[in-house]
């Protein structure tokens, strides 16, 4: 079963401050993603990162960076938090079948 | 603009009955499908996919059907139970500088009610 774990189920942060959202994953794959998502908007993918130390912009990167120093961990950090990034986001990794299996959330609250 | 689209927002069904998501795209180079289950609060949990060159497949009450001449797919459930009501996404692989890994794409989602 592949697992992949996020570092919180939910979070309140204030306008300006720097947030970290960690995903970690046990199966040694490559391919790591977050997305956010809204209502009526579906998944959104925010960066993906093929490799360590690679990354990706995704189609809505602005307001955020990534990192991947280790290959089991992808962390996304929102440089500045705006009232607009509030939002449920969600890690991925992906397996050798296409198939993306996700974490179970974080839902971010910016007030 | 729109590649993966989902144009049902909602759908109810009475338990038992069949439920039929429908999803539609655009890009004739997509090659594989997924369908995706979320409830609320949750990650989306992968339920079926299919191939291009498929035109069916099957996995216990859930079958997806594609129709490429259409560019058009349909996840049926059968028959449909109340805890299958959850948000369902489908998803397109978009093959990266065409090669074999690819992202995904995903449709708007509809939320699927299955009354008792």
């Known amino acids: 079963d592949v697992k992949v774990t996020q570092s919180s189920r939910y979070l309140v942060k204030r306008t300006g401050e720097k947030v970290f959202l960690e995903c970690v994953q046990d199966m040694d794959h490559e391919n790591m993603f977050w997305y956010r998502q809204d209502p009526g908007l579906g998944l959104r993918l925010i960066y993906f990162s093929y490799d360590v130390k690679m990354k990706e912009k995704g189609d809505i990167p602005e307001g955020y960076s990534v990192s991947r120093e280790k290959k089991e961990r992808f962390s996304l950090i929102l440089e500045s938090a705006s009232t607009n990034q509030t939002s449920m986001y969600l890690c991925a990794t992906l397996a050798n079948t296409d198939t993306q299996y996700f974490g179970p959330g974080t839902r971010l609250t910016v007030l | 603009d729109q590649q993966v689209k989902q144009n049902s927002p909602s759908l109810s069904v009475q338990e038992g009955r069949i439920s039929i998501l429908n999803c539609d795209y655009t890009?004739?180079?997509?090659?594989?499908f997924l369908w995706y289950k979320k409830y609320p609060a949750e990650g989306p949990t992968f339920l079926i996919s299919?191939?291009?060159?498929?035109d069916k497949n099957e996995d216990g009450r859930f079958t997806v059907f594609l129709n490429k001449s259409a560019k058009h797919l349909s996840l049926h459930i059968v028959p449909s139970q109340p805890g299958d009501s959850a948000v369902y996404f489908c998803a397109a692989v978009v093959r990266r500088y065409g090669g074999s890994q690819g992202n995904l794409i995903f449709g708007k989602g509809t939320k699927l009610s299955v009354k008792p």
């Open positions: 890009n004739s180079m997509f090659d594989y």
């Open positions: 299919i191939s291009s060159i498929k």
